[in-house]
């Protein structure tokens, strides 16, 4: 299957700083997704990408579609403790039928 | 509904018993898809339906995985003769349809199933 590259896989921030991801692949795609998954709980969609250069925004989060359609930016501004959990990239390829998923971002937050 | 129902939350099986984990997807959703997440936080990809059809199923072990999506029933994802590596949390998502398949999907809390 495709192989998504999703990096750093943990970060530990102090509450109030900036975060960034990010999600790469070698092959082309036509949609990402961002999601939250909190502990026992599913993914919870956060951004729907579907345009090469899109800059998306939802409350603190920004991401962006890359523009060589390779990859894909997560931002979180101002971090709060409740942004802890595990971030996940999903992207779609043209000729594909189903999402990849990145091996997620686990996100600690220190008050 | 307007949520994705999994149910059971939890199973716990005995290794060559069978189970049987449901999943009712979002109202008006014509897409779902099953997915396993073991100890490495990987999602993978199991098999998906259009309504009642197969979509694609590249990702199921024939060998012991079916799984149905049947008229006015919940979806359901069966293993017979469990294995002890079978354990994982099985999520299902569901979407709409759309064109080509990449509209976002939903996710259900998933199911946690043990084998023991």
């Known amino acids: 299957g495709q192989q998504l590259n999703q990096s750093p896989q943990s970060m530990f921030i102090q509450e109030g700083e900036d975060v960034s991801m990010n999600c790469t692949s070698s092959?082309?795609?036509?949609?990402w997704l961002w999601y939250k998954q909190d502990p026992g709980e599913g993914p919870v969609l956060l951004i729907a990408?579907?345009?090469?250069?899109e800059l998306t925004s939802n409350g603190r989060l920004t991401a962006q579609f890359g523009i060589t359609r390779k990859d894909s930016f997560l931002n979180i501004s101002a971090s709060i403790p409740s942004d802890v959990g595990i971030y996940f990239c999903a992207g779609l390829t043209f000729t594909g039928n189903q999402f990849y998923f990145g091996t997620g971002t686990s996100l600690t937050v220190i008050p | 509904g307007e949520e994705v129902a999994q149910t059971p939350k939890h199973l716990v099986r005995g290794e060559g018993q069978k189970a049987k984990l449901y999943c009712a997807p979002i109202?008006?959703?014509?897409?779902v898809f099953w997915y396993q997440q073991v100890l490495k936080n990987e999602f993978k990809f199991l098999i998906s339906?259009?309504?009642?059809?197969?979509?694609?199923e590249t990702g199921m072990p024939k060998e012991r995985f079916s799984a149905k999506c049947l008229p006015n029933s919940p979806c359901s994802l069966e293993i017979q003769a469990t294995k002890l590596e079978d354990s994982a949390v099985y999520f299902c998502a569901s979407s709409r349809l759309q064109g080509r398949s990449n509209q976002p999907q939903h996710f259900g809390d998933g199911t946690r199933l043990s084998i023991l």
């Open positions: 092959s082309i795609f036509n949609t």
């Open positions: 109202k008006g959703h014509s897409y």
């Open positions: 990408l579907y345009k090469a250069g």
């Open positions: 339906f259009q309504n009642e059809n197969v979509f694609d």
